[in-house]
């Protein structure tokens, strides 16, 4: 999503205060500080803006940490920084934000999963999944005891969160460092390119359908429990990544149409109230954009 102008300020502002709200500011921070001192700032509010971003986000991951998962995600915000660092000095002019932020986060979690087996040793992943469970299990009570007719989903739902904290955590690398990215690219003077493309022109790799048509059938078919979760993850990462495609194409040709923002709040409101029906429709309006292209045959001459 681009944020020139002073309407993509307030919209990156805004973007920012709701990640905040949903990850930690520090996977937006520490990428940012590290990419303004990598592109060798010229002036004082250059450095001082990469200076105060970066001890802040350095003081809120050296704040005590109350459990092993909150632990883990701070050392794998540190490790995050440098790999996304270090493969955006590196990366070659063709690959997008999109390629770069993959692969950062692939090379900071093997990383980090390695540093947790010498430190706590034995099943890494068993400590970590327990430690979300119970997490997922308190949030679920506090909900319970404010609204019990809830109760009939709250094994679910604890199990459901539980089990993706791996695919939580690549979603919000992946939004993490589309901020860093866009703060960089306002600040800097000589910023990395390439810029990000408009929200209405989202998409990637055409390849991918095929994991999440691979993930499904280990996910349904009777295998390994470790392959069904991660299996599981798989299809929650992409089907996201699907839905948001699904909404940029929504977004496209609600402005080739010319639809009034009052109408498109209403739709959102809608889709919203529908959740259980619309969201999967959107998800699958991304994947056949897969072979429909959407988007190109809106641009198409007549």
Same mark, same amino acid.
């Given at each position: 999503?681009?944020?020139?102008?002073?309407?993509?300020?307030?919209? #990156?502002?805004?973007?920012?205060?709701?990640?905040?709200?949903?990850?930690?500011?520090?996977?937006?921070?520490?990428?940012?500080?590290?990419?303004?001192?990598?592109?060798?700032?010229?002036?004082? /509010?250059?450095?001082?803006?990469?200076?105060?971003?970066?001890?802040?986000?350095?003081?809120?991951?050296?704040?005590?940490?109350? +459990? #092993?998962?909150?632990?883990?995600?701070?050392?794998?915000?540190?490790?995050?920084?440098?790999?996304?660092?270090?493969?955006?000095?590196?990366?070659?002019? &063709?690959?997008?934000?999109?390629?770069?932020?993959?692969?950062?986060?692939?090379?900071?979690? !093997?990383?980090?999963?390695?540093?947790?087996? !010498?430190?706590?040793?034995?099943?890494?992943?068993?400590?970590? &999944?327990?430690?979300?469970?119970?997490?997922?299990?308190?949030?679920?009570?506090?909900? %319970?005891?404010?609204?019990?007719?809830?109760? @009939? %989903?709250?094994? @679910?739902?604890?199990?459901? %969160?539980? +089990?993706? !904290?791996?695919?939580?955590?690549?979603?919000?690398?992946? /939004?993490?460092?589309?901020?860093?990215?866009?703060? &960089?690219? *306002?600040?800097?003077?000589?910023?990395?390119?390439?810029?990000?493309?408009?929200?209405?022109?989202? *998409?990637?790799? +055409?390849?991918?359908?095929?994991?999440?048509?691979?993930? #499904?059938?280990?996910?349904?078919? @009777?295998?390994?429990?470790?392959?069904?979760?991660?299996?599981?993850?798989?299809?929650?990462? #992409?089907?996201?990544?699907?839905?948001?495609?699904?909404?940029?194409?929504?977004?496209?040709?609600?402005?080739?149409?010319?639809?009034?923002?009052?109408?498109? %709040?209403?739709?959102?409101?809608?889709?919203?109230?529908?959740?259980?029906?619309?969201? @999967?429709?959107?998800?699958?309006?991304?994947?056949? +954009?897969?072979?429909?292209?959407?988007?190109? *045959?809106?641009?198409?001459?007549?």
């Amino acid at each position: 999503m681009t944020a020139g102008g002073e309407g993509g300020r307030w919209r #990156l502002i805004l973007g920012t205060a709701t990640f905040a709200a949903w990850a930690g500011p520090s996977l937006v921070g520490l990428p940012l500080a590290g990419l303004l001192i990598a592109a060798r700032p010229r002036s004082a /509010a250059e450095w001082s803006a990469a200076v105060g971003v970066g001890v802040v986000s350095l003081g809120l991951l050296l704040l005590p940490a109350s +459990d #092993l998962l909150t632990g883990f995600v701070r050392a794998y915000t540190v490790l995050l920084a440098a790999a996304f660092v270090a493969v955006t000095l590196f990366a070659t002019a &063709h690959e997008s934000l999109l390629q770069r932020a993959v692969r950062a986060g692939l090379i900071a979690g !093997v990383a980090a999963v390695a540093l947790a087996r !010498v430190s706590l040793g034995g099943s890494v992943w068993d400590a970590l &999944h327990w430690e979300a469970r119970r997490q997922a299990s308190a949030t679920m009570r506090v909900m %319970v005891e404010l609204a019990p007719q809830a109760f @009939p %989903v709250y094994e @679910p739902v604890v199990r459901f %969160v539980s +089990d993706t !904290v791996p695919a939580t955590l690549a979603l919000q690398t992946l /939004a993490g460092l589309a901020l860093a990215w866009q703060w &960089h690219r *306002r600040v800097a003077r000589s910023p990395f390119a390439p810029p990000l493309a408009p929200f209405r022109e989202f *998409r990637f790799g +055409d390849h991918w359908v095929w994991a999440i048509v691979v993930a #499904l059938v280990a996910w349904i078919t @009777p295998v390994v429990a470790g392959v069904k979760l991660a299996a599981l993850n798989l299809v929650a990462v #992409l089907g996201t990544l699907y839905l948001i495609r699904g909404i940029a194409i929504v977004a496209a040709f609600s402005g080739a149409l010319g639809v009034a923002p009052a109408a498109l %709040v209403i739709g959102a409101v809608g889709v919203l109230l529908t959740a259980a029906v619309a969201l @999967p429709l959107l998800a699958a309006l991304g994947v056949t +954009d897969t072979w429909l292209e959407f988007r190109r *045959r809106l641009k198409a001459p007549a």
